[in-house]
């Protein structure tokens, strides 16, 4: 029975990711681009929780951590050039 309903949380996933691919390659601004690849990487990170408890294993944990952690940061880099064109910044006072 939980594993019927694993699959379909799985399969239910895989559809919202092909959503997002969508908005991702069609969107009609930059910030709807970023903001799919966002929900791409949390949809992966949940896919990935859903295959460990189907395996019943602890292993991918870490693997869903750093994947998070990657996605967090890509996120606020892509916001950043956006709102000033630059990620990192230069020129410092001296």
Known sequence: MIESLLVVALCFLVLSILAAVY??????????????LDNIGVNIIAAIA??????????F????LLLGILSFIGTIAFARFLERGKVIESDRNK
């Open 23 to 36: 908005r991702l390659i069609k969107g009609p601004s930059i910030p709807d681009r970023v903001q799919a």
């Open 61 to 64: 944990f870490s693997v869903m």
């Open 50 to 59: 859903i295959i460990s408890i189907f395996m019943r294993t602890s292993a």
